[in-house]
């Protein structure tokens, strides 16, 4: 009977423990997104570099060819760990590049996007059917996007435009 008691009580214990951990855990993944969204502004800024460095490329450059370009700051993760980047990018023939997540992130990163980028027109949702950027903020931006099947783009993930230099 004892050992029921006890079992029940500490079960109550945790649940009681869980509920209180919710606002660390919302800062957790607050924390990641930041981390996210500053990963993905690095990677952007490289790409850009890249292209500006290398224009006959088209449309895209692989992960050994932005290293060997030296195009990271020496303290990017990036920099040393020669692993596939969450993020991925598309160059069409006008010079616009598209860099995106690879796949759908875990956690929410349009807040952290839209605050870091200051609710820009280039940053957005690729949603499947659609032609052009959509900004959880402002809606339809008019924005070109390359077509589902040149740029491989997964629905959900987020998009962020750049003009390569």
Do not use: C
């Not at 032609?131 to 987020?158: E, N, Q």
Request: no cysteine.
């Amino acid at each position: 009977m004892w050992h029921i008691l006890m079992v029940l009580s500490l079960a109550s214990l945790a649940g009681l423990y869980a509920t209180f951990d919710k606002p660390a855990l919302a800062a957790y993944e607050n924390v990641d997104a930041v981390n996210l969204v500053r990963d993905m502004a690095h990677y952007r800024e490289a790409v850009i570099a890249y292209f500006a460095q290398n224009p006959g490329v088209y449309p895209r450059a692989d992960i050994t060819a932005l290293l060997s370009a030296n195009v990271w700051p020496s303290w990017s993760t990036l920099q040393h760990k020669h692993t596939l980047p969450r993020w991925a990018h598309y160059r069409d023939s006008d010079g616009m590049l598209y860099v995106y997540a690879a796949s759908e992130p875990d956690v929410n990163l349009f807040p952290e996007l839209m605050k870091l980028t200051q609710n820009s027109v280039l940053v957005g949702v690729y949603r499947a059917g659609d032609t052009t950027l959509y900004s959880p903020v402002l809606g339809d931006t008019g924005r070109k996007l390359p077509t589902s099947g040149s740029a491989a783009i997964p629905v959900g993930s987020p998009v962020w435009i750049a003009v390569d230099r």
